[in-house]
Antibody
Framework: EVQLQESGPGLVKPSQSLSLTCSVTGYSITSNYWGWIRKFPGNKMEWMGY???????SYNPSLKSRISITRDTSKNQFFLQLNSVTTEDTATYYC??????????WGQGASVTVSS | NIVMTQSPKSMSISVGDRVTMNCKASQNVGNNIAWYQQKPGQSPKLLIY???NRYTGVPDRFTGGGYGTDFTLTINSVQAEDAAFYYC?????????FGGGTKLELK
């Protein structure tokens, strides 16, 4: 059974970078697509981007200049980096496994607050 | 970019009622829609994919329908455990945009 777990700092200062790790067990990240999604305090959900089985990436155009998704296949992990964060980036961040955009397995979520 | 609009934003339903919520795409997306359920404190769970396919283990009281720009999620005989947020999402072609969600509350 695939399991995903997000990890990273829960508090980030404005203008700094947010970095999260998604550790995957029970399934190889060299198959399928692996994405990041966030849910804001007002309950809006936003797809942020994905990294594919081959390492190619696709990002939400609204984040394209600030986001990077990378991976370490030897550790079966993939990563999110979001630069120049503001308080508007305060959210719960989820990683998920995807096939053609259908997200069938999710992590528990990591709450990130952007505050000085 | 395609915008997904869900309605209503919230609804209050009694156990045993039938409820239908809507998702409208700003452009034709064919059947490329998924539905998710998210309960408080939990991660989202996949309910329906490609508009009408029920995911493994999802009770058959959940039914998805629609094509093109207009989609529905119907819950027959709502149960207490169905209280949650429901999100539609465009799939297949990125960006994989989510709708704003519908909050289902039980009376």
């Amino acid at each position: 059974e695939v399991q995903l777990q997000e990890s990273g700092p829960g508090l980030v200062k404005p203008s700094q970078s947010l970095s999260l790790t998604c550790s995957v067990t029970g399934y190889s990240i060299t198959s399928n697509y692996w994405g990041w999604i966030r849910k804001f305090p007002g309950n809006k959900m936003e797809w942020m981007g994905y990294i594919s089985y081959s390492g190619s990436t696709s990002y939400n155009p609204s984040l394209k200049s600030r986001i990077s998704i990378t991976r370490d296949t030897s550790k079966n992990q993939f990563f999110l980096q979001l630069n120049s964060v503001t308080t508007e980036d305060t959210a719960t961040y989820y990683c998920a496994r995807s096939y053609e955009g259908v997200m069938d397995a999710w992590g528990q979520g990591a709450s990130v607050t952007v505050s000085s | 970019n395609i915008v997904m609009t869900q309605s209503p934003k919230s609804m209050s339903i009694s156990v045993g009622d039938r409820v239908t919520m809507n998702c409208k795409a700003s452009q034709n997306v064919g059947n490329n829609i998924a539905w998710y359920q998210q309960k408080p404190g939990q991660s989202p769970k996949l309910l329906i994919y490609y508009a009408s396919n029920r995911y493994t283990g999802v009770p058959d009281r959940f039914t998805g329908g629609g094509y093109g720009t207009d989609f529905t999620l119907t819950i027959n005989s709502v149960q207490a455990e169905d209280a949650a947020f429901y999100y539609c999402q465009r799939i297949y072609n990125s960006p994989w945009t989510f709708g704003g969600g519908t909050k289902l509350e039980l009376k």
